[in-house]
């Protein structure tokens, strides 16, 4: 098992992988993401309460979830490289961070233009909303303390410890934020507590949450071929697929 | 093990005394930003009194941001740091007597420095005890989580800006239980959670802290 | 005691040595050659942990780094291009920071600071000390714990004439002891009755 793994590992054995799993994603995504938009914005019913606007939730919930599940990948992926050195997974996490950054800000700005219908106004300070946006924060401090250290290696372990630190404060700024809410704001009305979402709406719902992950993947794939292309470039089998123009 | 944490914590307090711009400035500089909120606000003693906790908690954890920068600074350059890295000492423990020293000299005196301000901010008084006490527990472990980060970036040039985006969204979580201590005592609630949660981020930075800080020190020698 | 295999260390993609190897067995002394620039710095930080090696082992009376890391911290010291004094302090709060620092207690810090001519200058502060006087300070460190392992970059940096004669006198004194050390040096020591071996680095 650690030894599939360990081969898996080897850039160009990943390279190869990549380049199937890579389209392949791709199709399932876009397929997802084409279904998900049409029963979500066409089929499902409109909410009794909230009118057409909910239907934002099929970018922001997916959106939001998104930029969780990216960052517990950059934690794990940089876990697996302090450990065992795995350079393939400080290459994944290197790439997903813009991508979690991304799906970090799609979440806060869907969440800012359905608060104006919802409160009338673009930003509340509701829990999940702050916490969303501190954990832009995070992003944004992991990305600019690898641009900040010049040499590779380094900057690799740096930003691992980093996202590691992360990802213990997580759950406790989230705890912490929710807790300072419900004292601020006791009475108000958490929009995004969906307990009894009826299941016409729930199923398109968790269709572009796959999507989303797919997309995900695809991208996240596609970036760490040209980053593993960028770094072993010196390689035979760098050389020799540029050579028979496979890249 | 015990005499290298003392002997470590002696020399930076004989350093901190030698040189007070060290940790005069930070607390100035607290003094400072706490007096520009009645000038941008207006006078008010009942807004003020509002504001008070949150006001006097942004500008302790801001104090504290402004000194950590300098905790590894001067030992990486002048080579002091490679030193501590190879002393046969467990580094975490020595990293601890660091971070303790530089609370000592820049945490402490703000501590004290507290209830003049809150009276100067209209605060009640019944709050600042609480006061004390959250930024007693609260400057600590804002120290130790702000180490990682001072040192992540001690081998950057102008890691200071970088320092504040790493570590003040770490900084959250005590500034919320913090500030909220002292609304809770202000407005006479009982204030036990807010402290005890307090309580446990501190135990939890004090022993999670002190390997991420070797580790990080490690790297940004490299 | 020290046994070095096939160390490569990198700079981000670019390799500053590979395929180095060495063995210095207890009173060897060993003097690394190289160009500026060849890694000979690099190599005394390998060394000393200080620089992550892409390749290769280095072990420590018979077992490899990380792991025997404590003891091998224990029993060596490094002197590099910083000097890694406090100018606030003076040598002597130096010297007791120092060797606390490395847990080691009931030496005599006078006879040391004298033996690196000091004597005068041990209650001033560092900053008013000359470059030259403040290397003898990196000098006394080495005499402030009993280690059998000295690693030098550049000892002789801004020292004169009496101050390279006191290098090569530790150095010689340290080697009899059964002590070992690893050294970098643009000029030459004239280490008598010393086994030096050197080692040349750089492509």
């Given amino acids: 098992m650690f030894q599939w793994f360990h081969r898996l590992a080897a850039s160009k054995n990943f390279y190869r992988l990549a380049e199937i799993l890579g389209p392949l994603f791709g199709v399932l995504g876009a397929i997802l993401l084409t279904l998900g938009v049409y029963r979500g914005l066409f089929v499902a019913p409109t909410d009794y309460e909230q009118g057409e606007s909910y239907r934002i939730i099929y970018v922001h919930v997916p959106s939001a979830w998104m930029s969780m ?125 969906t307990p009894s979402i009826h299941i016409s709406m729930l199923v398109p719902l968790l269709m572009m949450a796959l999507g989303f992950t797919f997309f995900y993947f695809t991208n996240m794939l596609s970036r760490a071929r040209s980053v593993i292309l960028e770094r072993e470039a010196n390689n035979n089998w760098v050389k020799d697929r540029f050579r028979e123009n496979r890249l | 093990m015990g005499g290298a944490f003392w002997a470590l914590l002696k020399r930076d307090m004989l350093l901190a005394f030698r040189r007070r711009a060290d940790w005069l400035n930070p607390l100035v500089f607290f003094v400072i930003v706490v007096t520009l909120f009645p000038l941008g606000i207006g006078p008010d003693p009942g807004l003020l009194r509002d504001i008070a906790p949150g006001v006097l908690w942004v500008a302790a954890l801001l104090a504290t941001l402004l000194a950590l920068d300098g905790l590894f600074r001067s030992d990486f350059d002048d080579g002091s740091l490679e030193q501590l890295l ?60 702000g180490a990682i980060g001072a040192a992540l970036t001690v081998g950057l040039q102008r890691g200071g800006v970088l320092l504040a985006l790493l570590v003040l969204p770490l900084f959250i979580p005590v500034l919320i239980f913090g500030s909220s201590s002292v609304i809770a005592a202000a407005s006479g609630f009982a204030v036990d959670a807010q402290l005890y949660l307090l309580g446990a981020l501190f135990l939890l930075a004090l022993v999670l802290a002190p390997p991420a800080i070797a580790a990080a020190l490690r790297i940004s020698t490299e | 005691m020290l046994l070095a295999q096939d160390l490569a260390v990198f700079r981000g993609e670019h390799c500053v040595f590979a395929g180095l190897g060495f063995e210095l067995r207890s009173g060897e002394v060993l003097q690394l050659h190289g160009d500026n620039g060849s890694g000979k710095t690099t190599l005394l930080r390998a060394l000393c942990t200080l620089l992550p090696l892409e390749q290769g082992t280095i072990s420590w009376r018979g077992s490899a780094l990380p792991g025997a890391r404590a003891q091998y911290f224990s029993e060596m010291i490094y002197s590099g291009h910083s000097e890694a004094i406090k100018s606030d302090l003076s040598p002597r709060e130096n010297l007791i920071a120092g060797a606390a620092l490395r847990g080691s207690d009931s030496i005599d810090i006078d006879a040391i600071i004298e033996r690196v001519g000091l004597s005068d200058k041990a209650e001033l502060s560092c900053r008013s000390l000359s470059a030259g006087q403040r290397r003898r300070v990196t000098l006394a460190r080495l005499l402030t714990s009993h280690t059998a392992l000295w690693v030098l970059d550049e000892p002789l940096t801004s020292l004169d004439v009496h101050g390279r004669a006191l290098v090569e006198a530790l150095i010689v004194e340290h080697a009899k002891q059964g002590g070992s050390v690893i050294y970098t040096t643009h000029q030459p020591l004239s280490l008598d009755g010393c086994d030096v071996r050197s080692l040349k680095i750089g492509l």
Avoid at chain 1, 87 to 106: C, H, N, Q, R, Y
Avoid at chain 1, 111 to 125: D, F, I, N, V
Avoid at chain 1, 142 to 169: E, K, P
Wanted: aromatic share 10%; charged share 10%.
């Fill in chain 1, 69 to 193: 599940f990216v960052y517990m990948v950059m934690a794990f992926c940089s876990a697996l490289f302090l450990i065992w050195k795995m350079k393939l997974a400080d290459i994944i996490a290197e790439v997903s961070a813009p991508m979690g950054a991304a799906f970090t800000f799609l979440a806060l700005a869907t969440g800012s233009l359905w608060g104006k219908p919802m409160w009338g106004t673009w930003w509340e300070w509701d829990a999940r909303l702050t916490s969303e946006l501190i954990l832009l924060f995070l992003y944004i401090g992991y990305m600019a303390l690898r641009a900040s250290i010049d040499n590779r290696g380094s900057a690799a372990r740096a930003a691992a410890i980093l996202a590691l630190v992360g990802v213990v404060n997580i759950p406790i700024i989230h705890y912490s934020v929710e807790w300072w809410n419900t004292l601020h704001q006791p009475a108000s009305i958490t929009k995004f507590d």
């Fill in chain 2, 86 to 145: 190879l002393s046969p000492q467990p580094l975490s423990v020595l990293v601890l007597a660091k971070v303790l020293a530089h609370w000592l000299v820049t945490g402490l005196p703000l501590l004290l420095l507290s209830p003049l301000l809150a009276v100067v901010m209209q605060l009640q008084v019944v709050a600042i005890p609480v006061l004390l006490v959250s930024l007693l527990v609260g400057t600590l472990t804002l120290s130790l989580v």
